[in-house]
Nanobody, 125 residues
Framework: QVQLVESGGGSVQSGGSLRLSCTAS????????IGWVRQAPGKEREGLSCINSSDGSSDGGSYYTDSAQGRFTISRDDDKNMVYLDMNNLKPDDTATYYC??????????????WGQGTPVTVSS
């Protein structure tokens, strides 16, 4: 039911960087575990990163899959009600639609109940 909104996608050359942002109207994202999931055309959805809630109900930690670890960084700014995904050293294989997603707690199953509409990212060679 939480309507998440992503922004920051676009086109970038290989090796470039982008910052994706996620927010929600009427909801405090600090209460949620927020993740980033992507889906390329014709491929399965792929979890990238998840950050647990900052309200003390979880460990507040950040988690990454192999695709994201070392290049992507998830963070939150509770004062701005924002969650970010900083993506560095982007590669053409990173081309996908990126979704901000939410749940109660980050899980290894990468299951999320709340989804944004997605923001497209295109990385050219």
């Amino acid at each position: 039911q939480v309507q998440l909104v992503e922004s920051g996608g676009g086109s970038v050359q290989s090796g470039g960087s982008l910052r994706l942002s996620c927010t929600a109207s009427g909801y405090f994202l600090g209460f949620y575990a927020i993740g980033w999931v992507r889906q390329a055309p014709g491929k399965e959805r792929e979890g990238l990163s998840c950050i647990n809630s900052s309200d003390g109900s979880s460990d507040g930690g950040s988690y990454y899959t192999d695709s994201a670890q070392g290049r992507f960084t998830i963070s939150r700014d509770d004062d701005k009600n924002m969650v970010y995904l900083d993506m560095n050293n982007l590669k053409p294989d990173d081309t996908a639609t990126y979704y901000c997603v939410g749940t109660v707690q980050c899980s290894r199953s990468w299951e999320f109940e709340h989804w944004g509409q997605g923001t497209p990212v295109t990385v050219s060679s």
